[in-house]
């Protein structure tokens, strides 16, 4: 990911800080394992977005109170996936956690910080999302070599185990597939967020089409 120092802090303060960007929650310190309630701690949607995608985001505070329990159970091979993943914010408090718990227990962050960036986002860690300017949101902050769905999550029953990178589901195979060399295309552009958006919201009119309903003539049933 571009713009990553050669310390395990420094690559995860990359992420936040793009993230941070991207939401406009610039006035957070990432850094904290915990978020007190309160206000300010909500990436702001539009109505459109609401209309058309039913996209609403959590308060970092409830996204720490909904992770926490689970924290203790997971090891490093654990699998973990953020549904309807918006620009991230679960798995950007789960990143946190993760690099707090592993530091605690004796690892050096430079190990932790490795570990997240080159085999928990490549490996372990799934996205879905509906919205393709989010999926493009994604890439940005968290790089390029990450695993979303993008596309509906009910289709997430048709996915299979040893599927990864970027996909996007066929409704009449019902299957999730890659676009060819869309890796390679993207790997250029992973550090412009304009150029990102521009190629997903044209990704989205050609995958996401709907086909139209030809109308009945009059006099026939």
Not at 67 to 94: K, Y
Not at 101 to 108: C, L, P, T
Not at 120 to 141: C, D, G, M
Request: hydrophobic letters at 35%; a neutral charge; aromatic letters at 10%.
């Amino acid at each position: 990911m571009g713009g990553e120092g050669g310390n395990a802090m420094s690559r995860i303060q990359v992420i936040e800080n793009r993230f941070k960007e991207v939401t406009g929650l610039t006035h957070l310190d990432l850094s904290v394992n915990h978020f007190e309630r309160g206000d300010g701690q909500q990436q702001p949607t539009t109505k459109d977005e609401y209309r058309r995608y039913g996209f609403v985001t959590t308060p970092l505070w409830l996204v720490d109170e909904m992770l926490e329990p689970q924290i203790p159970n997971l090891t490093l091979t654990s699998t973990t996936c953020d549904a309807c993943s918006g620009c991230g914010q679960f798995s950007i408090r789960l990143m946190r956690k993760l690099h707090d718990k592993f530091v605690s227990m004796g690892a050096s962050e430079s190990q932790v910080g490795k570990w997240l960036s080159s085999v928990w986002l490549p490996r372990l860690h799934y996205f879905t999302e509906f919205q393709f300017s989010n999926v493009a949101k994604l890439i940005y902050i968290f790089g390029p070599n990450i695993n979303v769905y993008a596309g509906d999550s009910l289709n997430m029953k048709y996915a299979k185990e040893d599927e990864s990178g970027l996909l996007f589901f066929n409704p009449n195979k019902k299957e999730w597939y890659n676009l060819p060399k869309l890796n390679d295309m993207i790997e250029p552009m992973k550090d412009d967020l304009n150029a990102l958006l521009i190629v997903f919201e044209a990704l989205e009119k050609r995958i996401m089409v709907q086909p139209e309903k030809k109308s009945k003539k009059k006099g026939t049933k």
